[in-house]
């Protein structure tokens, strides 16, 4: 995966269930900074990651947030 940037961290979160109980949980962020001509490749590679953790852990869902920005090292 062509990245010029990753940073991982531990989280928590909380979100609404199925059943409307909202529920609080520990969670892992990955931030990936991928210079905008590899953002297509990068993105499908990301699904596929998304669709196997689905796959495997059968979670309610799998957030995803696309923002651009503007880095310099």
Wanted: net charge neutral.
């Amino acid at each position: 995966m062509l990245v010029t940037g990753r940073k991982e961290e531990d989280a928590f979160g909380q979100f609404r269930d199925t059943h409307g109980k909202i529920e609080r949980e520990r969670s892992h962020k990955v931030t990936l900074l991928p210079l905008t001509d590899q953002a297509g490749p990068v993105s499908r590679k990301i699904e596929a990651i998304r669709a196997e953790y689905t796959k495997l852990f059968r979670p309610e869902s799998v957030a995803r947030i696309d923002d651009r920005e503007l880095v310099d090292f």
